[in-house]
């Protein structure tokens, strides 16, 4: 009888040994962690997303001129106010009514605006021109919640993307999220980084920008993961159970 118990209390050992294994722990999913053993980034200077090629614009003419606001505006406002979305052609430029083809590839918004300011006031003295991104969106892809989205404010953080998304799932591969960012006509840029590092903050994979692609994998070691208690306990019960019915067909051992 003794011989039983020992066997079996170490058997049952065992299973506990893997099935605390088999649970999911803040080591592994957990954000924002300060360790040692984690990627280190470094910190860099936030830049401003820079107009590329296919992207699309949208901007406002405002003036005062009657003549000229009858000609521009789909609404005939005492302001003049004229919208509509173009898009970047690969040779960087943008076809707008009354203008000739003007580069905006590579300008921040801001710049792309001063410069459709400034082309604009050479017809229209009093101009003023808003302009905007219209496709300012990001798309994730894997254990994340699948969609695209939209950027709702300037310098979007991975984790507010993420949040949009419905953050990441426990089978998510955090040690190896992608991020991959097109640029314009050139070779797009693949991006890998472990996301539960804090030095992740202001490093270079810190801020989302408009079409990026945020890919997490499945981390293979997620079958044998268990995601609450009750399947937890609903491990080990059955692991038990299956343990005392071999045994009891092992001759001898008992």
Same mark, same amino acid.
């Given at each position: 009888m003794a011989m039983r118990i020992k066997y079996f209390h170490i058997i049952v050992f065992a299973l506990? %040994?893997?099935?605390?294994?088999?649970?999911?722990?803040?080591?592994?999913?957990?954000?924002?962690?300060?360790?040692e053993d984690l990627p280190q980034y470094d910190s860099i200077a936030y830049e401003p997303y820079r107009l590329q090629v296919n992207d699309e614009i949208v901007y406002r003419v405002i003036?005062?001129?009657?003549? +000229?606001?009858?000609?521009?505006?789909?609404?005939?406002?005492?302001?003049?106010?004229? =919208?509509?979305?173009?898009? +970047?052609?690969?040779?960087?430029?943008?076809?707008?009514?009354?203008?000739?083809?003007?580069?905006?590839?590579?300008?921040?918004?801001?710049?792309?605006?001063?410069?459709?300011? =400034?082309?604009?006031?050479e017809i229209i003295p009093d101009a003023d021109v808003k302009l905007s991104m219209s496709n300012k969106r990001f798309t994730v892809l894997g254990d994340a919640n699948s969609g695209t989205y939209y950027i709702y404010k300037e310098r979007m953080t991975i984790?507010?993307?993420? =949040? %949009?998304?419905?953050?990441?799932?426990?089978?998510?591969?955090?040690?190896?999220?992608?991020?991959?960012?097109?640029?314009?006509?050139e070779e797009p840029e693949v991006l890998e980084f472990?996301?539960?590092t804090n030095t992740i903050i202001d490093s270079k994979y810190y801020y989302v920008y408009p079409n990026d692609l945020i890919y997490v994998s499945r981390d293979p070691a997620s079958f044998y993961k268990q995601t609450s208690y009750s399947g937890f306990l609903a491990l080990i019960t059955s692991s038990v159970s299956l343990l005392i019915t071999v045994l009891n067909y092992i001759p001898g051992l008992w």
């Open positions: 506990l %040994l893997v099935a605390l294994n088999s649970c999911y722990s803040y080591r592994q999913v957990g954000l924002l962690q300060e360790r003036t005062m001129d009657q003549t +000229i606001a009858k000609t521009l505006s789909t609404n005939n406002t005492s302001t003049g106010q004229y =919208a509509n979305s173009y898009r +970047i052609y690969s040779d960087g430029t943008v076809d707008l009514p009354f203008l000739p083809p003007i580069k905006l590839a590579g300008l921040t918004e801001l710049e792309a605006r001063d410069t459709l300011r =400034a082309a604009m006031r984790f507010q993307a993420l =949040a %949009l998304s419905g953050d990441l799932r426990n089978a998510g591969d955090r040690r190896h999220v992608r991020i991959i960012r097109p640029h314009g006509n472990d996301i539960r």
